[in-house]
C-alpha cells in the first residue's frame, strides 16, 4: 500500500510539474509583455515631454531594500549582497519614489543576467556631502570601453546579447530610461567596467534639504 501511496504521489508530483512549466512561461511572457509597453509608453513621454513625476520626499535605503527584497524573491538561488557606507538610517531625497525604483530593478535585472549563476551580486550605497550614490556590481564577462560609450543611448543593444525571449522586443530602452529619469532628478549615471572584470552601474542623487518642496 505505501508502495502505491508513493508510486501515486510520484506521478502527481511529475504531473503538477509539466503543468506548472506552461504556466511559468505564460506569467513571464506577460511580464515581459507588460515592461515592454511600459518601456514604450515611458519612451514616448519622453519624446514628447510629456513625463510627469510625483516628487515626495522619502527614503532611499527603504526603496533600495524593497527593490533588492522582490529581486531576491523572485530568484531566490541568488545571492544578492546590500551595503550602506558609512551605516546611515534613512537618505532623504526628493523623488518620485517608484522611477527610483524601476532603475534599481533594471540594474538588478541586468546584473542577474550577466553574472554566472553561482555569483552573488552587490548593491552598495555610499552618502558624501549632499550625495547618495547607489552601485550595482556583477561578476559577468564585463563591457568593452567600446560598448561602454554607447549602452545608454535609445535603442543600442550590445554586441553578442541574446534575445531572452521572442517577445523581449524592448531591448535598447532599459538604460536609455534609467538614465533619463536619473537626470530628472539632477542626479547622473554611469558604468565602470572591463573585458572579463565584470561590471558596476551606478547612479546618484542629490540628499534633499528639509526646505525642498515637492509637486
Not at 69 to 96: C, G, K, Y
Not at 148 to 164: D, I, L, P, T
Not at 180 to 203: C, D, K, M, R, Y
Amino acid at each position: 500500500m505505501q508502495c502505491q501511496i508513493a508510486e501515486q504521489s510520484e506521478r502527481v508530483g511529475t504531473h503538477v510539474a509539466h503543468v506548472q512549466q506552461p504556466l511559468l512561461l505564460a506569467s513571464q511572457s506577460a511580464e515581459i509583455q507588460q515592461r515592454m509597453i511600459n518601456d514604450l509608453i515611458d519612451d514616448a513621454h519622453l519624446q514628447s515631454n510629456t513625463l510627469s513625476l510625483c516628487m515626495k520626499h522619502c527614503d532611499l535605503l527603504t526603496a533600495i531594500q524593497e527593490v533588492v527584497a522582490r529581486q531576491q524573491q523572485s530568484n531566490p538561488e541568488r545571492t544578492i549582497m546590500l551595503e550602506f557606507l558609512p551605516t546611515e538610517h534613512a537618505v532623504s531625497i526628493l523623488a518620485d519614489a517608484e522611477r527610483i525604483r524601476q532603475v534599481l530593478t533594471t540594474y538588478l535585472t541586468n546584473a542577474l543576467r550577466s553574472a554566472p549563476a553561482g555569483h552573488p551580486i552587490s548593491v552598495q550605497v555610499t552618502v558624501e556631502d549632499t550625495t547618495a550614490r547607489v552601485s550595482v556590481h556583477d561578476e559577468g564577462p564585463g563591457i568593452s570601453l567600446e560598448e561602454q560609450a554607447h549602452v545608454w543611448e535609445r535603442f543600442y543593444r550590445a554586441k553578442g546579447s541574446a534575445v531572452q525571449h521572442e517577445l523581449d522586443l524592448s531591448l535598447g530602452l532599459g538604460l536609455y530610461l534609467c538614465r533619463a529619469f536619473i537626470e530628472l532628478h539632477h542626479g547622473n549615471v554611469g558604468v565602470q567596467s572591463a573585458p572579463g572584470q565584470g561590471a558596476t552601474f551606478w547612479f546618484t542623487l542629490p540628499i534633499a534639504s528639509p526646505t525642498e518642496g515637492e509637486h
